[in-house]
């Protein structure tokens, strides 16, 4: 029996279908977000988490979205533009070394010093955002699973 690359994950209310390595499971989820944690087997801290929000600004603002992000209290690190799903997106890696501010996205190791991936897509007449973080140290393993759940995103 294959043992799945990827698992596929839905949210109605996001309205955001994408995939992740086995390992993920869906976390917590209200009426415009949803949200997606890698777990440590042992003791349970998220090393991983990708949260998918609806967001109020007009789809004009995908890029400002992203420019927002990016000037964020951290260092920019890359930023692209892309059509995911024939649906335009901007994406920037940003640098977190103190964490986000009022929040805890990775509880266990490194997560004070993080690395954010975030993309905002433009997708019926709305914003959508697909952020995800993970410690800096662990960066070159994290960075490329951000970027194939991005690319696999499909918009309902």
Avoid at 4 to 30: C, K, M, N, W
Avoid at 32 to 58: F, H, I, P
Avoid at 59 to 88: K, N
């Amino acid at each position: 029996m294959d043992v799945p690359s990827r698992i596929h994950f839905y949210s109605a209310v996001t309205g955001v279908s994408f995939e992740l390595p086995p390992g993920f499971e869906a976390g917590a989820q209200d009426e415009r977000s949803a949200q997606y944690e890698w777990r440590d087997e042992d003791d349970d801290q998220v090393l991983a988490r990708v949260v998918v929000q609806q967001m109020d600004v007009g789809a004009a603002a995908v890029r400002t979205v992203a420019e927002a992000f990016a000037a964020a209290d951290g260092d920019l690190v890359e930023e692209r533009l892309a059509v995911i799903d024939d649906c335009p997106t901007a994406t920037v890696v940003v640098h977190l070394p103190h964490g986000v501010r009022g929040s805890t996205p990775v509880t266990g190791p490194g997560g004070d010093d993080l690395v954010a991936h975030f993309t905002a897509v433009e997708f019926s007449g709305a914003v959508r955002t697909v952020a995800a973080f993970a410690p800096w140290a662990d960066r070159d393993r994290w960075i490329p699973v951000f970027d194939e759940a991005v690319a696999s995103c499909r918009f309902l």
